[in-house]
């Protein structure tokens, strides 16, 4: 979950802060000023005219869009009730399809498909550029649904209660305005509900403070209060789990970004808290409690490892016992990706270098039966999840390839092996290239793992084209998978692409992420310095042909990459970033990622902050590279606000810099799929401009 707080212009012009004062690109904060949309769009323009109006950027994005239009791509489902539903896009349905079929229908290569919302056919009777943000049904009958909506994929959703049986809105039914809004079913007739109550009712995050319980037919200003949290918290949730003979009501409050607190809720609305660390995750599904520490745990007369996952029954627990049985122990190399449950099993995904295998536990007295379900092929990634935890032992699995598209396999445990139901089309000629694992050494000395997909005849002259990608934080892994777009945008082009598993990520598990945070920020940028300085040794490329890419918090590492290391790089695109790190508290959500980059209006936290800031560290006469900041004026989570400063900042410095903003998007910048492939295109085509072998 990430949140973030938007503080008003008005509040950021008042303000006396020292920085503000000296800051000329300030009133580029106002994100929907008429006059900075009309900058905005001037320097579009710019870019456009530059980089996307040539046949070679035509063909590269009518290639990517190809790849996000085809009919033949796999279409994943959910299980909800009897029927398997997916949501779909493609050149007829831009915005999408909500459709839902039979198993039976879903095993033949052509299923025939019910549709349940067209929501293109939504969005032109609405007169709204309606973007899908899911649908959450209640159980066990799954005859209603809470339908979330975007305006132009903003994170902040309109709610509104859906009948699954007429395929249409409930007349009079539950509905909740825009806001980001924390929902869920308690019953039929009742929710609950966090979500913009008016004034003091948000976090400093832009998050609900408050959750309540609303019965239908009430007005929810009526609405009985459940739990309130404080403004400094992140945001506050509850829900109830409707598993039958499980039924139990759960209150959270999520302190910040890794830490929160969980009640369990009686009948009578007392709380009683679970008491687990406020840095762990505990998964409770029927009789089981599931945590997964983030620190060490000392409980019970042991201590546990980080990264662990540990049993527990949870009725027993909150009886007070602290039997705990370790179903996962990390190593110096392996970590837990992900867990999952079927009606009689746990599925565990385990990563070792970056590269997974499955085993499935089964529960029994002791230690719990522990059996192999495969592993990855070399240098892939495998995943496997439960279909419907309640019902059946039935999974769906998938392997997938930097270089190998994706296979969906359907299998039941204690049945033998997986059939292939599903694969997807491969979009380019893959017998072309080779993907390696190689291992760079940081400044500090650790083992920084990373991905290269190379043409099979490459040749280490130091001329390659080269893209380094990176995200570097949240406890995020960067594991192989199958990308059309990148083989025909990059790879087709003759270039290597490359994918860095640098710190402050989650390859490692917690203490891979825990080893960049705050204070020790900089080791992302170390580690990613560190796999360029690799390639340049192994002469894979040079700084002439080296390109690097990222966004979000990846954005805010391409920022850094540009600030600190110019000398390693041709081009730089940075995506959705953050950059302006003394006033990202205060730019939309930023708030709730102190945990992460630390505060920066607290003096002795500034000091070590500022070092990873971009927008405060740019100056003049440095040999920066070109670089290219993309983002979208709806972008509610980190907002344009970052990219808007940092381009004019340098473009007024005298720098090779460009900008493009989408007017929607959100934080994907991009609504629909031709969207998508203009923004992926653009990126692409720069880098290619500055650092292909024509330069």
Not at 257 to 267: K, N, P
Not at 344 to 365: C, F, G, R, S, Y
Not at 370 to 391: F, H, N, Q, V
Not at 559 to 582: F, H, R, W
Request: hydrophobic residues 35%.
């Amino acid at each position: 979950m990430h949140a973030f707080t938007p503080d008003s212009y008005t509040a950021a012009m008042t303000s006396t802060s020292s920085s503000m004062q000296t800051d000329e690109f300030l009133w580029l904060e106002d994100i929907d000023g008429a006059e900075q949309l009309d900058w905005a769009r001037q320097h579009n323009a710019k870019t456009v005219q530059r980089y996307a109006q040539s046949p070679a950027f035509e063909r590269l994005e009518k290639g990517i869009l190809e790849v996000l239009d085809s009919d033949d791509r796999i279409p994943m489902v959910r299980k909800i009730g009897p029927l398997f539903y997916n949501f779909w896009r493609d050149k007829k349905n831009p915005k999408g399809l909500w459709r839902r079929t039979t198993l039976a229908e879903y095993r033949k290569p052509q299923p025939a498909w019910e549709t349940v919302i067209d929501l293109d056919a939504l969005a032109e009777a609405d007169k709204e550029n309606w973007v899908w943000h899911g649908a959450q049904c209640l159980q066990p009958e799954y005859k209603r649904c809470l339908v979330s909506l975007s305006r132009g994929g903003a994170d902040a959703n309109v709610v509104r209660e859906f009948d699954l049986e007429l395929k249409q809105f409930v007349e009079g039914g539950f509905t909740l305005p825009e806001a980001k809004s924390n929902v869920a079913w308690k019953d039929i007739d009742h929710l609950y509900v966090a979500t913009d109550f008016g004034p003091d009712s948000m976090t400093s995050s832009s998050y609900p403070r408050i959750v309540k319980e609303w019965k239908r037919g009430t007005p929810l200003e009526s609405a009985l209060t459940v739990y309130e949290g404080s403004a400094d918290d992140m945001t506050v949730s509850a829900w109830r789990d409707n598993t039958p003979g499980f039924e139990r009501d759960f209150v959270s409050r999520q302190m910040d970004f890794y830490d929160s607190e969980t009640w369990l809720r009686h009948a009578d609305g007392r709380l009683v808290k679970i008491d687990v660390p406020d840095d762990s995750n505990a998964d409770i599904t029927r009789e089981w409690m599931l945590v997964e520490p983030r620190s060490p745990w000392a409980v019970g007369g042991t201590t546990y490892k980080p990264g662990s996952l540990l049993a527990a029954k949870f009725d027993d627990y909150m009886a007070g016992k602290r039997e705990l049985t370790v179903l996962f122990e990390p190593n110096d190399t392996t970590a837990l990706d992900d867990h999952s449950w079927t009606r009689n099993h746990l599925i565990l995904n385990v990563m070792h270098d970056v590269v997974n295998k499955l085993e499935v536990l089964t529960p029994q007295a002791g230690e719990w039966k522990r059996e192999s379900l495969g592993g990855a092929p070399e240098l892939s990634t495998i995943a496997a999840g439960g279909i419907d935890e309640d019902e059946n032992d039935d999974y769906f699995l998938t392997v997938s390839g930097f270089l190998q598209p994706t296979t969906l396999y359907m299998g039941t445990i204690g049945k033998g092996e997986p059939e292939p139901l599903k694969d997807s089309p491969g979009f380019f000629d893959a017998s072309r290239y080779r993907v390696s694992q190689h291992f760079a050494t940081s400044k500090d000395g650790t083992r920084v793992p990373y991905f290269e997909i190379a043409p099979k005849n490459l040749e280490a002259n130091g001329k390659n084209p080269t893209l380094q990608y990176a995200y570097g934080g949240f406890e995020i892994s960067l594991q192989p998978s199958y990308s059309g777009a990148i083989g025909r945008a990059w790879l087709e082009q003759g270039g290597v692409y490359v994918v860095a598993n640098i710190r402050g990520g989650g390859e490692y598990g917690p203490r891979w992420h825990q080893a960049a945070l705050q204070e020790n920020r900089l080791r992302t940028c170390e580690d990613f310095a560190a796999v360029s300085e690799h390639l340049i040794a192994r002469n894979i490329t040079s700084p002439r042909h080296l390109g690097a890419m990222g966004g979000s918090n990846g954005g805010l590492l391409m920022g850094n990459m540009l600030t600190l290391y110019p000398q390693l790089y041709g081009a730089i695109v940075s995506e959705v970033a953050l950059l302006d790190m003394k006033r990202y508290t205060h730019l939309s959500a930023g708030a709730s990622w102190i945990a992460e980059y630390g505060d920066p209006d607290q003096p002795e936290e500034w000091a070590w902050i500022k070092a990873f800031s971009p927008y405060e560290n740019a100056k003049k006469g440095q040999p920066y590279p070109p670089a290219l900041f993309t983002t979208s004026t709806r972008d509610d989570r980190v907002g344009p606000v970052h990219a808007r400063k940092m381009y004019a900042k340098l473009a007024a410095m005298g720098y090779d810099a460009s900008f493009y903003e989408n007017m929607e998007g959100g934080h994907s910048a991009a609504t629909d799929n031709k969207e998508s492939a203009f923004m992926d295109a653009l990126g692409y085509a720069y880098l290619w401009k500055h650092i292909g072998p024509s330069t």
